[in-house]
């Protein structure tokens, strides 16, 4: 029996197109000058000196703002790169730039089965700090409490088994009552591996003939194994 949902959000609760269209041009337009202007503070230095450390030796600021940006063309699922740029949507949400997206289906359902008792947690690459922010500035209003926890890549790379088992671990259930939800099918294979239960969100394009996980365009489709 499922007690606890853990979910993706891009291409999962929320679109691809909003990371990709609007969160990440803005990081990547704003971040030179907030490195600029905030470096001294002491959770921005934490996260560049982070940076620097790939160098192996002292790197001037404007060295880790190039770095930095060729993370973002890469999509590289960097750390401190991560927490900087939810440093930066922090005053996108707080200026109006911009609103959370989430799917109507994915409100409707998470709301439904917190409702039922179920947990519900989030896994993203995006930092914790970026997960909440998009959840608390929706259409739909604060949806922070919605969830008991977050997780990130501190945890882990999301297509390695072991960042799965260590949420296992965390959330004090069987493997098997748990279900993950993601869009991308080698997160759901290392989920798998890890003993959850898993489903494949596939909201743009065709269902794939063959796969390992059960797939739906939807949340409203998605229905528990018991």
């Not at 890549?153 to 069987?174: D, F």
Request: charged content about 20%.
């Amino acid at each position: 029996m499922i007690k606890a949902v853990v979910t993706d959000i891009e291409g999962t609760t929320s679109s691809l197109s909003f990371v990709k269209d609007i969160l990440f041009p803005y990081a990547r337009i704003n971040l030179p000058d907030f490195v600029r202007q905030h470096g001294h503070e002491p959770e921005v230095k934490t996260q560049l000196d982070a940076v620097r450390a790939e160098f192996g030796h002292a790197a001037s600021d404007e060295a880790v703002i190039i770095r930095l940006l060729q993370w973002i063309s890469e999509d590289k699922k960097a750390t401190p790169l991560k927490a900087l740029q939810g440093l930066l949507w922090k005053q996108g949400y707080a200026d109006g730039d911009f609103h959370g997206h989430i799917y109507a289906d994915a409100y409707a359902q998470l709301k439904s089965w917190q409702a039922q008792g179920i947990k519900l947690y989030v896994y993203s690459s995006g930092s914790v700090f970026a997960q909440t922010l998009l959840y608390a500035h929706t259409k739909y209003g604060d949806l922070t409490s919605l969830f008991s926890d977050y997780f990130d890549t501190r945890i882990g790379a999301k297509v390695e088994m072991g960042s799965y088992q260590a949420i296992v671990k965390a959330l004090g259930l069987p493997a098997a009552d748990i279900i993950f939800l993601s869009d991308t099918e080698a997160e759901l294979d290392a989920a798998q591996q890890a003993g959850m239960q898993t489903c494949w969100l596939v909201r743009e394009g065709s269902l794939a003939t063959k796969a390992n996980h059960r797939q739906v365009t939807d949340f409203k489709q998605i229905e528990f194994a018991q």
